[in-house]
């Protein structure tokens, strides 16, 4: 536990993308969750599910029938928020059109823990074995819980800074068009002998008239006037 630990505090998130965080989690999970032979993240997305990043071909082959048939341990895990684990795959009553095909990839066991945002669940994180009760012992549920919430740390503040990211090029979008027109306002006033309202007006009325955006039409009147100059 105390080397689980020790990997997820030395995650970096500053300048990475929300890929390449979650593929370091599910490396991390594999290697310190007790049983745990694949991992995978699973994220809900205005009701569809998916795998965000995996570690280790039998997760994500095991998700994918999830998908499919549109259930499964990881899917209700996420869906739910609760706990879900298999002992034995061979004997499992529930998801009976699920369990026999996962049986066939050779997943044996399973681990699903929902992650936790604000007392709702944003997806799971899930575990797989060969071998039945690959998860039995505390250990495996204490682990795994630790995975959860770092998962579902990075996934909200790396989603926010993303947003906040798009935020602020919008911004600057703004503010460029802003200035681009303001220059264009500039030039028919000293070419028209006009105030600024009538500038607008002028731009305006291109825009209508032509249907290109303000701000194409206020480029172009500053490019043909800096042309000229040239």
């Given at each position: 536990m105390d080397d689980l630990l020790r990997a997820l505090?030395?995650?970096?998130?500053?300048?990475?993308?929300?890929?390449?965080?979650?593929?370091?989690?599910?490396?991390?999970?594999?290697?310190?969750?007790?049983?745990?032979?694949?991992?995978?993240?699973?994220?809900?997305?205005?009701?569809?599910?998916?795998?965000?990043?995996?570690?280790?071909?039998?997760?994500?082959?095991?998700?994918?029938?999830?998908?499919?048939?549109?259930?499964?341990?990881?899917?209700d895990a996420?869906?739910?928020?609760?706990?879900?684990?298999?002992d034995d795959m061979r004997t499992e009553q529930r998801w009976p059109q699920y369990v026999p095909?996962?049986?066939?990839?050779?997943?044996?066991?399973?681990?699903?823990?929902?992650?936790?945002?604000q007392g709702e669940s944003i997806g799971a994180l899930n575990n797989y074995a060969t071998v039945p009760e690959a998860f039995s012992s505390p250990e495996s549920l204490e682990a795994a819980s630790e995975v959860a919430e770092v998962v579902a740390v990075?996934?909200?503040?790396?989603?926010?800074h993303a947003q906040l990211g798009e935020q602020a090029r919008?911004?600057?979008?703004?503010?460029?068009?802003?200035?681009?027109i303001e220059q264009a306002k500039g030039v028919?006033?000293?070419?028209?002998?006009?105030?600024?309202?009538?500038?607008?007006?002028?731009l305006r009325e291109a825009s209508q008239r032509y249907n290109r955006k303000l701000r194409d039409i206020a480029a172009g009147i500053v490019e043909s006037t800096q042309d000229r100059q040239r």
């Amino acid at each position: 536990m105390d080397d689980l630990l020790r990997a997820l505090s030395r995650i970096v998130f500053a300048d990475r993308t929300l890929e390449e965080v979650l593929g370091e989690i599910t490396d991390i999970a594999r290697r310190n969750i007790p049983g745990t032979e694949a991992t995978s993240i699973t994220l809900i997305r205005a009701d569809r599910s998916f795998t965000a990043a995996y570690s280790g071909e039998m997760a994500l082959a095991a998700d994918e029938l999830q998908y499919e048939e549109g259930y499964g341990p990881c899917m209700d895990a996420a869906r739910g928020g609760v706990v879900l684990r298999v002992d034995d795959m061979r004997t499992e009553q529930r998801w009976p059109q699920y369990v026999p095909r996962v049986v066939e990839q050779g997943v044996r066991s399973s681990l699903s823990i929902p992650l936790p945002y604000q007392g709702e669940s944003i997806g799971a994180l899930n575990n797989y074995a060969t071998v039945p009760e690959a998860f039995s012992s505390p250990e495996s549920l204490e682990a795994a819980s630790e995975v959860a919430e770092v998962v579902a740390v990075a996934v909200v503040n790396l989603a926010a800074h993303a947003q906040l990211g798009e935020q602020a090029r919008n911004m600057r979008l703004a503010m460029d068009s802003r200035a681009i027109i303001e220059q264009a306002k500039g030039v028919l006033m000293a070419q028209r002998h006009i105030d600024a309202d009538a500038a607008f007006d002028v731009l305006r009325e291109a825009s209508q008239r032509y249907n290109r955006k303000l701000r194409d039409i206020a480029a172009g009147i500053v490019e043909s006037t800096q042309d000229r100059q040239r």
